[in-house]
């Protein structure tokens, strides 16, 4: 039932999302190709999970900022840095709950982990809605991870 109400929510959310670039795609698809519809049929790089990562101190402070702008942009509206939960968990202590190759597959291959593992597959059911497939590279994700080290203090 849940789960149910969930993809109900998720398809209306990727419907609304939709919506423009549809306009947009139709009118240039009359002349060529849109690159818009280009981008969207491509396979994407979810389905290879992440294996082992190597942490390092100091932090690299490059691929901190580089996970800041990442989650400025594309997970601040869900995550809290902090404990709370807004639409997913706040991020606070996530580096210490979880192991980094498990975030980082939520990250790149959110499907996968909601499908397979049974820790994603908790929270679903605690916040009732699937968190969206980002279109992460594993290199994107790694630079997040690092924000997320420097999030839970690390130095
Ligand atoms: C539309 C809302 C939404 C957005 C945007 C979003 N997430 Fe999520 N995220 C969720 C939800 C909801 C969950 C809990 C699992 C579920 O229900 O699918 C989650 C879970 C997570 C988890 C596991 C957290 C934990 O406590 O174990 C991580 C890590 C994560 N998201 C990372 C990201 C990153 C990185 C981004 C941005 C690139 C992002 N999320 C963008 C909604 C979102």
């Known amino acids: 039932m ?3 109400r ?6 209306l959310m990727i419907s609304l999302v939709h919506c423009t670039s549809k306009e947009d795609a139709e009118k240039a698809a009359k002349t060529s190709p ?13 389905g290879t999970p992440v294996g082992a990562i190597t942490l390092t ?3 690299n402070k490059e691929w901190v900022a580089q996970g800041q702008a990442i989650y400025d942009t594309k997970c601040l509206a869900c995550h809290k840095l902090d ?9 606070k202590d996530v580096t210490t709950r979880r192991k980094p190759e498990w975030v980082m597959n939520m990250i790149t ?18 916040c009732l809605v699937r ?5 992460i590279t594993q290199a994107e994700a790694r630079s997040i991870y690092e924000f997320m080290r420097s999030n839970d203090g690390e130095k």
């Open 2 to 4: 849940y789960a149910y």
């Open 6 to 11: 969930c993809l109900t929510l998720f398809v």
């Open 34 to 46: 849109s690159p818009v519809e280009a981008a969207e049929e491509q396979p994407e790089v979810h």
């Open 57 to 59: 101190n100091p932090l």
């Open 83 to 91: 404990a709370t939960r807004i639409v997913g968990p706040g991020w």
């Open 109 to 126: 291959n959110v499907e996968m982990m909601l499908e397979t593992d049974e820790e994603a597959q908790k929270l679903l059911e605690q």
């Open 131 to 135: 968190m969206p497939n980002q279109n």
